[in-house]
Nanobody, 124 residues
Framework: QVQLVESGGGLVQAGGSLRLSCAAS????????TGWFRQAPGKEREFVAT????????DYADSVKGRFTISRDNARNTVFLQMNSLKPEDTAVYYC?????????????????WGQGTQVTVSS
């Protein structure tokens, strides 16, 4: 059974940084892309960032461009989200997701597996 486990969330002041990790286990993944999404209270889940299997292609939501960086270590089946210059509006539960296709994607419906999420809270 596939498991995605996020870690690295927490409470940080505005302007601070956090690094989220997502470790995949349960099977060997080949040629898969990975994404990060987030959901704030009372809002729908939204796309944050995605990275292709080759790591050549990345895409970001406009709201996080220039502040967040997605990366991955394929040998360790782990994806990261470095979040800098955090703002209170970044407060949300962050989810990682895996898509069994090499191309990166921004739509949540295209992902096959999801983690349980990790809370990120940014205080003003």
């Amino acid at each position: 059974q596939v498991q995605l486990v996020e870690s690295g969330g927490g409470l940080v002041q505005a302007g601070g940084s956090l690094r989220l990790s997502c470790a995949a286990s349960g099977r060997t993944f080949d040629n898969y892309s990975t994404g990060w999404f987030r959901q704030a209270p009372g809002k729908e889940r939204e796309f944050v960032a995605t990275i292709s299997w080759s790591r050549r292609i990345t895409d970001y939501a406009d709201s996080v461009k220039g502040r967040f960086t997605i990366s991955r270590d394929n040998a360790r089946n782990t994806v990261f989200l470095q979040m800098n210059s955090l703002k209170p509006e970044d407060t949300a539960v962050y989810y990682c997701a895996v898509r069994e296709f090499f191309q990166a994607a921004t739509k949540a419906s295209l992902y096959d597996y999801w983690g349980q999420g990790t809370q990120v809270t940014v205080s003003s």
